[in-house]
């Protein structure tokens, strides 16, 4: 089946530092990709739509110019997460979609950050 | 706007055990739902997915219904084991593929030796 890939699948970094995190699809091309944040014990909640080529719709509650989304190939994807704070400290994770005719998205196993 | 929940949302159970799972939706008009499991600690792993055209899927000890009507779903785990021991997440799309995914706030269950 279809593999995402994440990278790093953990990270921890000082507060007031950036981090970049990857999702790359392995075996197919995604026109479409998402970011989901989980909080601890809460389920996993829509940050934005990334679309190849163009920029990212975010949902509302979101803050675009601190998690940058860059979708720059039909492959990557990254969510950068900008001079991050304690608070920022959540499970990241991202599914990409091979094509509008697909009828699945599929999920990376995710990147746990912790900004200390 | 759709909204998803579950119920229980957290469930012991002995070994051996048969159980049911249940997630409800909104919005009747979805394309897809999935459910995952999710260890502690770790990503989600696909069960089974049901399209909207669909209304069961099986894998092997797992069995998941949809009736888009009523806006249910049901995960039914046979014969219980320790190792199914995890939280269990509902998700349902929007009515696209590409449509956002909405997830439950899942279920944890515990299956006690």
């Known amino acids: 089946g279809a593999v995402v890939s994440q990278h790093p699948s953990r990270v921890i970094c000082k507060s007031g530092t950036s981090v970049k995190i990857e999702c790359r699809s392995l075996?197919?091309?995604?026109?479409?990709m998402f970011w989901y944040r989980q909080f601890p014990k809460q389920s996993l909640m829509l940050m934005a739509t990334?679309?190849?080529?163009?920029?990212?719709?975010?949902e509302q509650g979101v803050e675009k110019d601190k998690f940058l989304i860059n979708h720059a190939s039909l492959t990557l994807s990254t969510l950068t997460v900008t001079s991050a704070h304690p608070e920022d400290s959540s499970f990241y994770i991202c599914?990409?979609?091979?094509?509008?005719?697909?009828?699945?998205?599929?999920f990376g196993p995710g990147t746990r950050l912790t900004v200390t | 706007k759709q909204e998803v929940t579950q119920i229980p949302a957290a469930l012991s159970v002995p070994e051996g055990e048969n159980l049911v799972l249940n997630c409800s939706f909104t919005?009747?008009?979805?394309?897809?739902l999935q459910w995952f499991r999710q260890d502690p600690g770790k990503g989600l792993t696909s069960l089974l997915l049901?399209?909207?055209?669909?209304r069961e899927q099986t894998s092997g000890r797992l069995n998941a219904s949809l009736d888009k009507s009523s806006g249910r779903s049901t995960l039914y785990i046979a014969a219980s084991q320790p190792g199914d021991s995890a939280t269990y997440l509902c998700?349902?799309?929007?009515?696209?593929?590409?449509?956002?995914?909405?997830f439950g706030p899942g279920t944890s269950l515990s299956v006690i030796p």
């Open positions: 599914s990409a979609l091979p094509g509008l005719a697909s009828y699945e998205q599929y």
């Open positions: 075996d197919f091309q995604a026109t479409t």
């Open positions: 990334s679309n190849e080529g163009s920029k990212a719709t975010y």
């Open positions: 919005d009747s008009a979805i394309y897809n």
């Open positions: 049901i399209q909207s055209s669909q």
């Open positions: 998700a349902v799309w929007g009515k696209t593929s590409y449509d956002k995914v909405i």
